[in-house]
């Protein structure tokens, strides 16, 4: 039926403008069908017959990302951890981190909140609702709902993060504990990509992003403009799906900024990167986070490190609820790839680009797949 105003589902009519107030308002309404409107083409579903039955039984389709341990890559075997960080980058684009250092009651009162944020009712969740994509405030649906043909199974709440004074009185005030509980979780997860861009930026060749005198301007820019940049943290609510084998909850993309910091769900796997040909389910650790490059990243590194196709499965018997930092340069900076990386041998790949340029991209063609970094590349 595509995008008819009014569609069947178990003998009731359901209107167009359902869809948009989002997962969780129509499963609560009672579905045993999943609409039309989610039904992904036979050759994008995710074909739960083998790939359930595999992730069950530990088999092929499971995918044991490298671990890399916070703690150590700040010791004594910084080198050696900095070397594994660049090798998981280049083969899978994601890592597991370990002994992070942030509090687990930090964790488990974000996790608490976000779950709560969602069994609100409606009508309180139907507040902080718009289809801006600029808006630093919002409860969305789907993957980017002004342009998705198909919906996904997949509702969120995001929360612009930088800078706090600026925009923590517009984040949602119930539950009460969200303000701080969240404005908490960003500090920490900030203080955490900053740590870790210096060991990226290591690994590539710039030794630290503090300069160490005035003449060293390079990093003094990278020290500002990654202190300074964009951090958006995003709720995703994917509600058990009744017919989990014909729809996705996040589409294959790989995300726009330079580093995404995810915290999983423990109890409910989900998550596949594409790797080898083949969509693998990542096995989640408890206490860690999955981090992932970012398409700025790709260009900042020159393509040495990739941002890698992801997507998100959901399932028949729970809901599933994880929390992602996305984390890259102000909206006014400009990427280009670092000079140090580019030579004879390794000739410049990308043009310029910026958080702008994304967001312009997105709002009026939509985000699909590497769509955008396709269109940065040079060779």
Same mark, same amino acid.
């Given at each position: 039926?595509?995008?008819?105003?009014?569609?069947s589902?178990?003998?009731?009519?359901?209107?167009?403008?359902?869809?948009?107030?989002?997962?969780?308002?129509?499963?609560?309404?009672?579905?045993?069908? !999943?609409?039309?409107?989610?039904?992904?083409?036979v050759?994008?579903?995710?074909?739960?017959?083998?790939?359930?039955?595999? !992730?069950?039984?530990?088999?092929?389709?499971?995918?044991k990302?490298?671990?890399?341990?916070?703690?150590?890559?700040?010791?004594?075997?910084?080198s050696?951890?900095?070397?594994?960080?660049?090798?998981?980058f280049?083969?899978?684009?994601?890592?597991?981190?370990?002994?992070?250092?942030?509090?687990?009651? !930090?964790?488990?009162?974000?996790?608490?909140?976000?779950?709560?944020? /969602?069994?609100?009712?409606?009508?309180?969740?139907?507040k902080?609702?718009?289809?801006?994509?600029?808006?630093?405030?919002?409860?969305?649906?789907?993957?980017?709902?002004?342009?998705?043909?198909?919906?996904?199974?997949?509702?969120?709440l995001?929360?612009?993060?930088?800078?706090?004074?600026?925009?923590?009185?517009?984040?949602?005030?119930?539950?009460?504990?969200?303000?701080?509980?969240?404005?908490?979780?960003?500090?920490?997860?900030?203080?955490l990509?900053?740590?870790?861009?210096?060991?990226?930026?290591e690994?590539?060749?710039v030794?630290?992003?503090?300069?160490?005198?005035?003449?060293?301007?390079?990093?003094?820019?990278?020290a500002?403009?990654?202190?300074?940049?964009?951090?958006? !943290?995003?709720?995703?609510?994917?509600?058990?799906?009744?017919?989990p084998?014909?729809?996705?909850?996040?589409?294959?993309?790989?995300?726009?900024?330079?580093?995404t910091?995810?915290?999983?769900?423990?109890?409910?796997?989900?998550?596949?990167?594409?790797?080898?040909?083949?969509?693998?389910?990542?096995?989640?650790?408890?206490?860690?986070?999955v981090?992932n490059?970012?398409?700025?990243?790709?260009?900042?590194?020159?393509?040495?490190?990739?941002?890698?196709?992801?997507?998100?499965?959901?399932?028949?018997?729970?809901?599933r609820?994880?929390?992602?930092?996305?984390?890259?340069?102000s909206?006014?900076?400009?990427?280009?790839?670092l000079?140090?990386?580019?030579?004879?041998?390794?000739?410049?790949?990308?043009?310029?680009?910026?958080?702008?340029? /994304?967001?312009?991209y997105?709002?009026?063609?939509?985000?699909?797949?590497?769509?955008?970094l396709?269109?940065?590349?040079?060779?």
């Open positions: 039926m595509g995008l008819a105003a009014v569609e589902n178990n003998g009731h009519e359901v209107e167009e403008s359902t869809y948009q107030r989002g997962v969780k308002h129509l499963c609560e309404g009672g579905i045993e069908r !999943v609409p039309r409107k989610y039904v992904f083409p050759s994008e579903r995710p074909h739960l017959g083998t790939e359930r039955s595999d !992730v069950c039984c530990g088999g092929n389709w499971n995918l990302l490298p671990v890399i341990d916070f703690a150590q890559l700040q010791g004594s075997n910084r050696q951890v900095l070397e594994h960080l660049a090798d998981a280049e083969e899978y684009g994601f890592f597991q981190l370990v002994n992070h250092g942030i509090p687990s009651q !930090v964790i488990e009162e974000l996790r608490s909140v976000g779950r709560r944020f /969602f069994e609100l009712p409606y009508e309180e969740r139907c902080y609702m718009n289809l801006d994509m600029r808006s630093p405030v919002r409860c969305g649906t789907s993957f980017n709902q002004n342009k998705d043909q198909i919906l996904c199974w997949r509702d969120f995001k929360l612009s993060c930088h800078s706090l004074p600026q925009h923590l009185p517009s984040w949602p005030s119930n539950p009460s504990d969200l303000r701080e509980v969240a404005a908490n979780y960003s500090l920490k997860t900030k203080f990509y900053l740590k870790l861009m210096e060991a990226i930026l690994s590539l060749g030794k630290e992003i503090a300069p160490k005198s005035m003449e060293d301007q390079e990093n003094d820019w990278m500002k403009d990654l202190e300074n940049g964009s951090q958006i !943290v995003m709720v995703n609510c994917y509600p058990a799906c009744p017919e084998d014909l729809t996705l909850g996040m589409p294959p993309h790989s995300d726009y900024g330079m580093l910091l995810l915290l999983q769900d423990e109890s409910v796997q989900g998550l596949q990167i594409h790797h080898g040909g083949r969509w693998l389910t990542v096995e989640p650790i408890s206490n860690s986070f981090v490059v970012g398409d700025h990243l790709e260009i900042f590194s020159n393509g040495r490190f990739k941002s890698v196709l992801h997507r998100v499965l959901v399932n028949s018997s729970s809901t609820i994880s929390f992602a930092s996305l984390h890259s340069l909206l006014d900076s400009t990427v280009r790839p000079p140090k990386l580019i030579d004879e041998a390794n000739p410049r790949r990308y043009k310029d680009t910026d958080f702008a340029s /994304f967001l312009n997105i709002s009026s063609v939509g985000h699909k797949g590497k769509n955008f396709d269109t940065r590349k040079l060779t």
